[in-house]
């Protein structure tokens, strides 16, 4: 078994695409159990963002894998993925662990160094896990790659080039409309990224903040958190035609905003800002005077030129040196279920022929019977010592786990013997806390 990669992100595919394939976070336990009946896939976690869309999956196949995921992808979205092989990437093994760790130390973000990917990756674990679609590989490699995000964060400077993209994106909306002091904000949604767009509203000083919502309740809650007003749904186009800035970052389907949303404006000026994937404004409001509408893409290629390049060379040297430990605790976990069933069959032919023994000779004395079973413990110790040791030290090489395949030929060891040690080595780490990217309306 190993790991693959299967997804599209804002470096290679352009937010109309994004949208089409993004994964709601209820879809998410549905999405997984359509990958879990793949015929190769074993395991699944799905990481759904603003700017990525990933299938991160334990496959018995490299090109079984990458069709059913893709074919799960397809169905979802209605997007032909072959239509679209160059914005599609695929990594597999290694380079799998590499990427992941690389997305969790915010290296592959559109603000690079941003900690929000973090929460979002935690989050994607914790679904996993309780639609019991990750055993240990993947549960381990989740794990470890949100240590290494904690770790890079903690030994470099990468934050000094990594605000999050709410903070960098109310930046460059406040700077379309004036002193953020004499503003009056919206925020349209309730979930984390709103709540990262109120809290930064706030620490800006705007004049009123308005928190709309679906529910009217996670509306007041966000609002009285940030000294603002929460407000229902309906009332979304009469708190527009008062706006001054308007950040919106739902987890809907669909625009929220549009022309019609503004009409009344008379041309007043107004920036709008959509951190939403699917978008929740709809471009056509460019057409509307006094607009500006700031979206990802806008973002995105605003922020491809801010790098800082020695913290970015300190955080990858992390990744490499973390990629080297992860790859070698999977390939000495995917050599230890052989050796412990190889010495739990020793273990039992050495019990059944001390119960022969017992039988020819019912007289032997307990003194001499014990001396005879570790005899005969240590000579199979001995036999079993070389081989076992050598297939852990081999299994540190690429393709060592080809060692693990010979030694269970060699002994004739059951391969269901070897699967059930697998399965009984699994445990799975509970996840404390979670942040998601958006929220539902």
């Known amino acids: ?41 074993s395991e699944a976690i799905v990481l759904s963002t603003c700017n990525r869309v990933e299938v991160y999956a334990e496959v018995s196949k490299f090109h079984g894998g990458v069709a059913d995921v893709s074919a799960v992808l397809e169905k979802r979205s209605g997007v032909s993925l072959d239509a679209v092989p160059d914005q599609l990437y695929v990594h597999y093994e290694d380079r799998a662990v590499q990427h992941l760790f690389e997305v969790a130390a915010g290296l592959d973000s559109m603000v690079i160094g941003e900690a929000q990917i973090l929460g979002q990756l935690r989050h994607a674990l914790r679904i996993a896990q309780d639609e019991s679609a990750v055993g240990r590989t993947l549960n381990e490699l989740g794990q470890q790659a949100l240590r290494v995000g904690k770790r890079v964060h903690a030994e470099t400077g990468i934050d000094r080039a990594g605000a999050s993209l709410v903070s960098v994106g109310v930046q460059t909306a406040t700077a379309a409309v004036g002193d953020p002091a004499g503003l009056h904000a ?68 669909g625009t929220v ?23 929740d404004i709809d471009p056509g409001v460019r057409a509307v005077a006094g607009v500006t509408l700031i979206d990802l893409e806008i973002l995105g290629a605003q922020l491809e030129a801010e790098r800082g390049p020695e913290d970015v060379e300190a955080a990858r040297l992390i990744v490499t040196d973390e990629v080297g430990g992860f790859l ?12 412990v ?4 069959k020793a273990d039992e032919l050495v019990a059944a022929e001390l119960a022969r023994l017992d039988t020819r000779l019912p007289g032997l004395d ?21 081989p076992t040791v050598r297939v852990k030290q081999l299994a540190e090489t690429p393709g ?33 806390g979670e942040q998601i990217d958006g929220g539902a309306l």
């Open 1 to 41: 078994m190993s790991v693959l990669v299967v997804g599209l992100s804002h470096r290679s595919a352009p937010v109309s695409l994004l949208e089409k394939l993004t994964v709601a976070p209820e879809q998410v336990a549905d999405v997984l159990a359509d990958l879990l009946a793949g015929e190769h896939v």
């Open 186 to 253: 919206v925020v349209v949604g309730a979930g984390s990224m709103s709540g990262l767009a109120a809290a930064t509203l706030q620490r800006l000083g705007v004049r009123r903040l308005d928190v709309v919502n679906r529910t009217q309740e996670n509306a007041d809650r966000l609002a009285l958190s940030y000294g603002g007003t929460g407000f229902a749904l309906p009332e979304l186009p009469g708190r527009v035609a008062q706006a001054d800035l308007v950040v919106s970052c739902t987890g809907s389907v």
């Open 257 to 279: 905003i549009s022309a019609e949303t503004l009409e009344g404006r008379q041309g007043r000026p107004i920036a709008l800002l959509d951190l939403a994937l699917p978008r």
């Open 328 to 339: 070698a605790w999977q390939r000495a976990t995917r050599v230890a279920p052989t050796v």
């Open 341 to 344: 069933a190889l010495r739990s």
């Open 366 to 386: 307990a003194k001499s019977r014990t001396e005879v079973a570790q005899a005969v413990r240590r000579v199979v110790e001995k036999l079993l010592h070389t």
């Open 400 to 432: 060592g786990h080809a060692y693990a395949d010979a030694l269970g030929e060699l002994f004739g060891l059951d391969p269901a013997a070897i699967d059930s040690v697998s399965r009984a080595a699994v445990e799975l780490t509970p996840i404390e």
